[in-house]
């Protein structure tokens, strides 16, 4: 087999990137379709609803069937472990070309589509948790962000912003404003630093260089004091006379 050029790897390299960005995109836009489809439909459920025993309005099964939950493979028993397996059968029976997640509550067996049944409503205390939780949290500081330029399945470049703590760009598809839809994302370049971000990390970079100076300055000085107190011990050692010896 012959070996392949630079300029076929990095072209065979392209087309994966492009099929796996066309893939995630069309995953991204099914899934949107379907939570119109929800909204449009009224197939979600209510708070009341749920707790009156309403089945799910996507697969027509109970939210729950208050069996309790399944426990563990290894500590079911061998009529647990039939029943389990039985109905991972119908589950793949139901939504084996679904690909998506499943879910279920505490306290039940049966399980749900991800893309078939749409999710439970929060409960107003998980509200009140999650508005909690992001008054909580400080926004990005602008130093503390990246660019990123973005190359869509459409052709178009955009810059999106995320925080320098991640190495790579985290989204395989993004919403693409020329287009006004999702789009995946082919191909990523982090941009050089801005102006804030080279200040800001070249502060940061001074105050731990600096911590770093004080931590071998303190290092230093036990050093030298071990080193002094080991040559009074050899000096004292030096000097002392044996028990009887003549002086």
């Not at 690909?99 to 039940?108: E, F, I, L, N, P």
């Not at 502060?203 to 040559?231: N, T, Y």
Request: glycine share 8%.
């Amino acid at each position: 087999m012959a070996k392949l050029s630079d300029e076929e790897k990095a072209r065979r390299a392209m087309q994966r990137r492009r099929r796996d960005a066309l893939r995630a995109e069309q995953d991204a836009v099914r899934f949107e379709e379907r939570h119109r489809e929800w909204a449009v439909n009224g197939m979600r459920l209510s708070l009341e609803e749920v707790e009156a025993g309403v089945a799910c309005r996507g697969c027509g099964l109970a939210i729950s069937d208050g069996l309790g939950d399944w426990g563990p493979l290894l500590g079911m028993s061998a009529e647990e472990r039939a029943e389990y397996e039985a109905a991972d059968v119908e589950y793949r029976r139901r939504h084996g070309g679904c690909d998506a997640h499943r879910w279920g509550v505490q306290g039940s067996r049966v399980t749900h589509c991800g893309y078939c049944c749409p999710p439970l409503p929060m409960t107003d205390r998980h509200r009140q948790e999650v508005v909690a939780f992001l008054r909580r949290l400080s926004p990005p500081r602008p130093e503390d962000l990246d660019t990123w330029r973005l190359t869509f399945t459409c052709g178009h470049v955009v810059e999106r912003t995320q925080h320098r703590s991640h190495c790579s760009w985290t989204g395989s598809t993004a919403t693409c404003v020329e287009c006004d839809r999702t789009r995946g994302v082919v191909m990523t370049e982090k941009l050089p630093a801005s102006e804030v971000r080279w200040r800001a990390e070249q502060g940061r970079l001074s105050r731990e260089l600096e911590k770093a100076v004080q931590d071998r300055d303190r290092a230093q000085k036990k050093v030298d004091a071990a080193v002094r107190r080991v040559a009074k011990l050899h000096r004292e050692l030096d000097g002392l006379s044996a028990p009887g010896a003549v002086e």
